[in-house]
């Protein structure tokens, strides 16, 4: 790891939410170090405890800072280097942005994360139990996960149905994304390429032109070659 605490080093755990930060560190085009951890069994490992006491990643360290949660990061980057860049422009578009930045880790975040832990658990059980905790599980999911989630996804569909530009809080004063579509693109990707929406019909054509957006953006792309394996993308 490079001893020069003036550039960022990002600490990148495979097929996370830190793909939207190594995202916005090519965007802002500055120089950064990245950090590889590798999954076990699916688990963040415990190289990641000695960077931060919670072990999850994304985590930076900048300026002898270490800074973890993606909203946090993010806001902390556009700050520093962003020069203006990746911020909403207008009275409501910055209302939407201040809405929707913490909509993706409150309200939406929870949501895809607990339907992946229920359709995870059985397969980690004895197998003489996993039949009927698949039943108790599909059965929480069906009635209480997924009815939120279709919920969910359709209000996010209407929203960007009516945003020309594509992004949540109108773009920023480039035209590009702005704090909110970086942090709501993860958990999007998870369900446009995954398929954790499928049992509830999918989602919208605006929802899948957000993030065909997001992932056509030369900066997302040199991205994706730089971060290793990420299931969430077409051109992975």
Known sequence: ???????VVLHHLDNSRSQRILW??????????????????????????????LG????????????????????????EFGQ?????????????????????EGTFMPLSVWKLILTVV????????RPIASIVTSGIISAVNDPQLKNNLAFIEEHLSKQPTGWFAGGDKNGGPTVADFLMSFNLE??????????????????????????????????????????????E
Do not use: C, W
């Open 1 to 7: 790891m490079s001893n020069n605490d003036s550039q």
């Open 24 to 53: 916005l560190l090519e965007e802002l085009e500055v120089e950064y170090e990245i950090a590889q951890h590798k999954r076990i069994n699916m688990l963040a490992p415990r190289s990641l405890r000695d960077v931060h006491p």
């Open 56 to 79: 999850k990643a994304p985590v930076i360290q900048h300026k002898g800072r270490t800074l973890a949660e993606s909203g946090a990061i993010i806001e902390y980057l556009v700050k």
């Open 84 to 104: 203006g860049r990746f911020v909403a422009q207008g009275e409501q578009n910055e209302l939407d942005e201040l809405y929707f930045k913490h909509y993706a």
């Open 122 to 129: 059985p397969s980690r059980l004895p197998f003489f139990i």
């Open 190 to 235: 998870t369900l446009v390429h995954g398929d954790r929406a499928d049992s509830i019909g999918g989602t919208g054509d605006a929802t899948k032109r957000f993030v065909q957006q997001v992932q056509s953006r030369p900066a997302y792309k040199r991205a994706l070659e730089k971060g290793g394996k990420y299931g969430y993308a077409d051109n």
